[in-house]
């Protein structure tokens, strides 16, 4: 069973980092009653700070809840045809991105609520009267806490640019934070993955399911060498996981669905029940656990339905497990990015871009057709081909129905890769690519490309867009594609050559979130800057 989820505990402290822009209501804040459950009777053991690490794993898995949209809406791989009202700004900014926005402040409020969280699980864990299983158990706690602060910090410096430092715990409100430079905020958290990197367990087959390892930190740490300019020690840290660790590309098809003509291995990698590497998939460093009604099981991560196609709108279909769950057509790829794939790519071929409904809905079929007939719809319907119909991304397909569930089920209640042996080599070949080494960076991008059945580029392929291209043919509806876009500079050229829906309205000011307004007003003992144009 999935261990890490076994001490299933919410952690909610009552003292936040940011006590002026914490958006919490009181009863929020008072979810567990500090009778049976405070600071001074958590913190005495080693499973104490077991449960409260427990809860940053939750908050990164309801990252992929409703706000996961604003990784995909508007940039140059997602754009909507049937938006949710909320995430309407990312279809044709202009000024409606701004500092009231409801995104940038969630994204905000999560990432520094966790990382006050971090501080008050390190700063307890110096303590001396712990009561800890074994001599290890303290610098391995402080490592994986270091870890998720440094992704948090990362992630905010992706997002906002300069950033907020919070390196300790606050025991009272704070009205005097600054944005500290990006580069140093990287070199922050640099130094908190390179001490997770060297005290975060290795021996991955011995970790419970979903638990960091020295493996995942140093994928993180790769990515952050490359925010500072510091390219050979991006590759080295690349190198050293391809090289040294357990992991390994899943290259011939693996699982209970080994023997479907209909699957290919990239499309293994996905399926439930292969996605941990303690399922066999050797290629998962890092993996969001979940467990469909398992309390705890889940973080709410009903992103799927976003971003797979509404084919239950149509007459003689209905929502079932072999269409991947109930979608509602929120998200439809870019053409520019569909057109990404060439013919002989798995990654982009019906087994995990469904393209192609049958009529399953017995009870309700229009005239003249069967069950189990092929659909075939007015392509020039815009509703159709872009709500109904769009290829949709198999990545997500979870249906409840086979085991008793509903179908207006929204979450995807099984494990989901956080991070990727593939993504490693395509980091590598951006460290090697700017560091000026096209032929090393051609090298790894090929181990990709290869695995998929693409054909091999050579040196002169290699430069940042193609790169971007080959993140996007790979971690589509897996990566987190505005930070990517975001990190590498490269947001307003793309968005305005691939998505004719956002081009229109983006300017250079959207690469970065606005600050929030409410950070901006309530820090009033020091001033902190809006991002330009907002």
């Not at 973080?299 to 269409?323: C, E, H, P």
């Not at 983006?506 to 690469?511: D, F, G, P, R, T």
Request: with cysteine.
């Amino acid at each position: 069973m999935k261990i890490l989820q076994n001490i299933s505990l919410r952690v909610i402290f009552t003292v936040m980092l940011i006590g002026a822009f914490s958006s919490c209501s009181e009863d929020e804040l008072n979810e567990l009653p500090k009778d049976s459950l405070a600071v001074e009777n958590l913190y005495v053991s080693t499973d104490g700070f077991l449960a409260a690490l427990n809860d940053m794993y939750h908050v990164i898995r309801r990252e992929y809840n409703f706000y996961y949209s604003a990784q995909l809406q508007g940039t140059d791989l997602g754009w909507s045809n049937f938006p949710e009202p909320r995430s309407q700004k990312f279809l044709d900014y202009g000024d409606n991105l701004n500092a009231e926005d409801e995104f940038s402040l969630e994204y905000y409020r999560r990432s520094y609520g966790a990382i006050a969280q971090l501080n008050l699980i390190i700063q307890e864990a110096e303590k001396e009267d712990i009561e800890w299983d074994s001599p290890e158990d303290k610098v391995k706690v402080i490592a994986e806490a270091r870890f998720f602060r440094a992704y948090h910090h990362n992630k905010m410096s992706s997002l906002y640019g300069d950033a907020i430092i919070v390196e300790e715990y606050y025991t009272v409100p704070k009205f005097d934070f600054v944005r500290s430079p990006k580069k140093q905020v990287l070199q922050s958290v640099k130094e908190d993955l390179i001490f997770a990197s060297a005290n975060l367990p290795c021996d991955v087959a011995s970790l419970p399911s979903g638990r960091l390892s020295c493996w995942a930190a140093k994928h993180l740490l790769s990515e952050v060498y490359i925010g500072l300019g510091e390219y050979d020690l991006a590759a080295t840290t690349a190198n050293d996981i391809i090289n040294n660790s357990p992991h390994k590309l899943m290259k011939t098809r693996f699982g209970p669905e080994v023997d479907n003509p209909k699957g290919d291995v990239f499309r293994d990698l996905f399926r439930e029940g292969n996605i941990d590497y303690n399922d066999g998939n050797l290629e998962t460093i890092w993996v969001m656990e979940q467990q469909y009604q398992e309390p705890g099981g889940t973080g709410g991560m009903w992103a799927r339905r976003q971003i797979q196609a509404f084919s239950s709108n149509f007459l003689g279909i209905t929502v079932a497990d072999s269409t991947g769950g109930r979608g509602v057509g929120r998200i439809t790829p870019t053409q520019a990015f569909l057109d990404l794939y060439e013919p002989n790519d798995i990654r982009g071929q019906e087994s995990n871009f469904k393209r192609t409904w049958y009529y399953n809905d017995i009870d309700n079929l229009p005239p003249g057709v069967n069950y189990g007939d092929k659909v075939v719809y007015d392509e020039t319907d815009p509703w159709l081909k872009n709500t109904v119909f769009y290829p949709s991304c198999t990545k997500w397909d979870f249906g409840v129905i086979g085991r008793g569930g509903s179908w207006t089920h929204i979450d995807a209640d099984k494990d989901f890769p956080k991070y990727r042996l593939s993504e490693t080599y395509l980091l590598l070949a951006e460290a090697q690519h700017l560091a000026g080494n096209n032929e090393e960076a051609k090298n790894a991008l090929n181990e990709v490309r290869l695995r998929a059945g693409a054909s091999a580029i050579t040196a002169g392929d290699v430069d940042m867009d193609f790169i971007l291209d080959e993140r996007a043919r790979e971690l589509y509806a897996e990566e987190d594609r505005r930070l990517t876009l975001y990190r590498t500079g490269m947001f307003v050229d793309r968005v305005k050559a691939m998505n004719p829906q956002a081009a229109p309205g983006v300017s250079e000011k959207h690469a970065l979130f606005p600050i929030p307004q409410i950070v901006i007003d309530t820090n009033v003992d020091a001033e902190i800057a809006q991002n330009p144009g907002y």
